[in-house]
Nanobody, 118 residues
Framework: QVQLVESGGGSVQAGGSLKLSCEAP????????MGWYRQFRGQARELVSR???????SYTESVKGRFTLSQDKSKNTLYLKMDNLQIGDTALYYC????????????WGPGTQVTVSS
């Protein structure tokens, strides 16, 4: 079973920072579009940021200028640096591998909780 391993979640005060990491198997990391998604309580999972097979990075509007997606191909690891976190960023964050040469269902990590308090 393919596993994406996430780390870096936690609790922080508003205005603080966290950095999420996601390690994936090499064939997945190199052949799929990699991204971060989040799920607010009671809502559907939504895209936060992703990088496609061409290396183009996109962000959802609400995190532009605050979150930065990056990757280390030598470590098959995807990162999400989150600065100036707001209470509204509180969610379960998932690493996902979708698109490119991934199967339609893609691959997902178990999720890591990010909680922002005032």
């Amino acid at each position: 079973q393919v596993q994406l391993v996430e780390s870096g979640g936690g609790s922080v005060q508003a205005g603080g920072s966290l950095k999420l990491s996601c390690e994936a198997p090499g064939d997945i990391f190199n052949n799929c579009g990699m991204g971060w998604y989040r799920q607010f309580r009671g809502q559907a999972r939504e895209l936060v940021s992703r990088i496609n097979s061409a290396g183009v990075i996109s962000y959802t509007e609400s995190v532009k200028g605050r979150f930065t997606l990056s990757q280390d191909k030598s470590k098959n690891t995807l990162y999400l640096k989150m600065d100036n976190l707001q209470i509204g960023d509180t969610a379960l964050y998932y690493c996902g591998a979708r698109g490119g040469n991934c199967p339609p269902s893609g691959y997902w990590g178990p999720g890591t909780q990010v909680t922002v308090s005032s």
